[in-house]
C-alpha cells in the first residue's frame, strides 16, 4: 500500500513543519488547492511557501486524521484540524480555531500529483474573529 506510506509521509512532515519534505512528496509541477480561498500554487517550490506562510499564521495547528479513504488514484483523508490563531493586528489576541476538513489527493508514481483542502471559510473567519 504505497498510497498509505506516502499519506503518512505527508501528515509527518506536516506535523514537523518542514515544507521541503512536504514539497519532496509532490511532483515538481504538482499543485495544492485551497478550495476555500479559491487559491492554487502550482509547483512543487510554491507548496512549500505556502506552507510556511500558513504555519506562521497558525503556528500550532494539528491535523487528526479521521481515516482515509482510497479510490484508485485518488485519496479522501478527513481531518479535525486544532490550532491557535496569530493575529497580525497589534494587541489583537490570539484565538482558538478548529475546523472539520477533507484532503483530496490525486496520486500518480507513487508522489502527489495534486491535492486540494476543503473546510469552511465563514466558520473559520468566525473563529478568528
Request: no cysteine.
Amino acid at each position: 500500500m504505497p498510497h498509505a506510506s506516502l499519506i503518512d509521509r505527508f501528515y509527518a512532515a506536516y506535523a514537523a513543519r518542514d515544507a521541503d519534505a512536504v514539497a519532496a512528496l509532490y511532483h515538481t509541477d504538482g499543485w495544492h488547492e485551497e478550495v476555500a480561498m479559491s487559491k492554487r500554487r502550482m509547483g512543487a517550490a510554491a507548496v512549500a511557501a505556502g506552507l510556511q506562510g500558513f504555519w506562521q499564521m497558525l503556528p500550532d495547528v494539528v491535523w487528526d486524521r479521521q481515516g482515509y479513504i482510497r479510490a484508485g488514484d485518488h485519496v479522501a483523508v478527513p481531518y479535525r484540524m486544532t490550532a491557535t490563531f496569530q493575529p497580525r493586528a497589534e494587541g489583537a489576541l490570539p484565538r482558538a480555531i478548529a475546523l472539520d476538513g477533507l484532503h483530496l489527493f490525486e496520486l500518480h508514481d507513487n508522489l502527489i500529483l495534486g491535492s486540494k483542502d476543503m473546510w469552511d471559510l465563514d466558520l473559520f473567519k468566525a473563529q478568528m474573529g
